[in-house]
């Protein structure tokens, strides 16, 4: 499956051309053209094959990609004395940043000049061209640096998103809670103080109908037990609508998750009535999807919840690449700590494909 950015698609095209053509028009009639134009149609694939968006099922197949372009680029230069190829390694040079580390960048770098240096020193008799070398150091020394300053740019903005959101999620389960602490002091005021005056009321009336206008008597007796009955109802109805709405917060903290897709998997008419449970729950999520975007390669990411008698399970896991090491840091461990202090259990693994956390909560 390819799926590449037109941005992106539009940049490699119009560098290939700007390359690719004027490289061979000199040599229409050499009996290298055939390959020369071969190598130019396997730089392409293998370009566009680097930047694609979807994720190869082994993610070190874009090292291979990756190791094939140069090799490509070598063979050109040695084919073909041009330094157009430069330009080529140019554009190379900010993909790999996006899949490598500044230092193989780097690396890179000194490689790919030292190697034309040589090149045309050894194959074209031209001498040492260090006037070209250095210029394209200083080319691609910036395309470099601003490849990273985007980077880092983008990792500040996921981050800053990630926080917003888990902030969002936080100020809603607060507003769940403290919405449940005003009903529940509604309903408690309505019972100790409204309820016992009517009650109050009704003991006394009873007693005044005994001495007074029968007819007017209960007409106001009448009328304090509709009021007492409105209160007990509105008692209840508080007590049984006190839920904390788990659900729509996990789906607002997916929407807003940036950069990888978030799928959620929640029962229809989910209610969680335990404020800790709810806590917990949010908090896993939170951590694992910290953790996902740090860390892992992955680009799919899934809470899936399921209840059963007495218990809630949740579900949280990614398309990462397996990892057969990993070190348990302060998030997980918290996240261990979380689920313990309620009596349930975290497992946590990452032999399978991708990262996979199973935590399961007594559930009422």
């Not at 809603?172 to 409204?194: S, Y």
């Not at 509709?226 to 008692?235: D, P, Q, S």
Request: aromatic share 8%.
């Amino acid at each position: 499956m390819i799926r590449v950015q037109k941005s992106s698609l539009t940049t490699v095209l119009l560098t290939w051309l700007a390359v690719a053509l004027p490289s061979t028009l000199g040599i229409l009639e050499t009996p290298q053209l055939p390959i020369i134009v071969t190598l130019h149609g396997l730089f392409l694939i293998t370009i566009v094959a680097i930047i694609n968006d979807v994720p190869n099922a082994n993610p070190r197949l874009n090292h291979v990609f990756i190791a094939i372009t140069i090799g490509l680029v070598v063979s050109l230069m040695m084919i073909s004395n041009s330094y157009l190829y430069l330009i080529y390694s140019i554009m190379m040079t900010s993909i790999f940043a996006f899949h490598t580390p500044a230092l193989f960048c780097i690396g890179y770098i000194i490689f790919i000049h030292s190697t034309y240096l040589l090149i045309q020193f050894l194959i074209w008799q031209a001498g040492w061209d260090i006037v070209n070398a250095a210029t394209f150091i200083a080319f691609h020394s910036f395309a470099l640096m601003l490849t990273q300053k985007m980077l880092s740019e983008k990792k500040a903005k996921e981050a800053l998103a990630l926080s917003n959101t888990q902030l969002e999620t936080a100020h809603t389960l607060l507003a769940n809670a403290a919405a449940r602490d005003e009903r529940l002091k509604l309903a408690r005021e309505l019972h100790d103080d409204v309820g016992h005056t009517l009650t109050s009321l009704i003991i006394n009336l009873d007693i005044a109908r005994r001495t007074q206008d029968e007819q007017q008597i209960n007409r106001c007796y009448e009328q304090a037990k509709v009021a007492l009955n409105t209160t007990r109802n509105v008692v209840s109805q508080k007590r049984s609508t006190d839920y904390l709405d788990l659900a729509s917060t996990l789906k607002n903290l997916a929407e807003k998750t940036p950069r990888i897709t978030v799928v959620t998997k929640i029962p229809a008419q989910f209610t969680c009535t335990n404020l800790n449970v709810a806590h917990c729950i949010l908090r896993c999520c939170q951590e694992a999807l910290t953790n996902t975007l740090k860390y892992a390669n992955a680009t799919h990411f899934t809470i899936e919840l399921t209840t059963h008698p007495e218990q809630l399970n949740l579900h949280l896991y990614d398309n990462s690449q397996k990892q057969t090491q990993f070190t348990l840091g302060n998030g997980l461990i918290g996240m261990h700590e979380r689920v313990e202090a309620l009596g349930g259990t975290c497992n946590i693994n990452s032999m399978t494909t991708g990262f996979n956390i199973t935590i399961r909560v007594p559930y009422e």
